[in-house]
Nanobody, 127 residues
Framework: QVQLVESGGGLVQAGGSLRLSCAAS????????MGWFRQAPGKERDLVAT????????YYADYVKGRFTISRDNARNTVYLQMNSLKPEDTAVYYC????????????????????WGQGTQVTVAS
């Protein structure tokens, strides 16, 4: 059983930065595709960033391109989300997720592709 634990959320002023971390335990981390999602109050959970399991092909939602960067450290079983130039509309609970499926990037953009989820970490951006 894979367990995912996010950290690094908090309150930041607009224009600031945060780095989220997601530590995984159980399973074989370097074989999983890892993604970050977010969910604002009253809204659906949306994909922020992901990449195919080798990490060489990354996808970012349009609203974070150029500001957010997903990365992973297989030696530490951790995936990161570096968030720069934060905006109030980035306020949400951020979740990391792991997929055991080796799928095309188009499939990895679908929420149902992911098998394991963290508990989420709150990010609040003040204007």
């Amino acid at each position: 059983q894979v367990q995912l634990v996010e950290s690094g959320g908090g309150l930041v002023q607009a224009g600031g930065s945060l780095r989220l971390s997601c530590a995984a335990s159980g399973g074989t981390f370097n074989s999983y595709t890892m993604g970050w999602f977010r969910q604002a109050p009253g809204k659906e959970r949306d994909l922020v960033a992901t990449g195919i399991w080798s990490g060489s092909n990354l996808y970012y939602a349009d609203y974070v391109k150029g500001r957010f960067t997903i990365s992973r450290d297989n030696a530490r079983n951790t995936v990161y989300l570096q968030m720069n130039s934060l905006k109030p509309e980035d306020t949400a609970v951020y979740y990391c997720a792991a997929s055991t499926k080796r799928a095309a990037l188009a499939t990895l953009r679908l929420i149902q592709t992911y098998d394991y989820w963290g508990q989420g970490t709150q990010v609040t951006v003040a204007s």
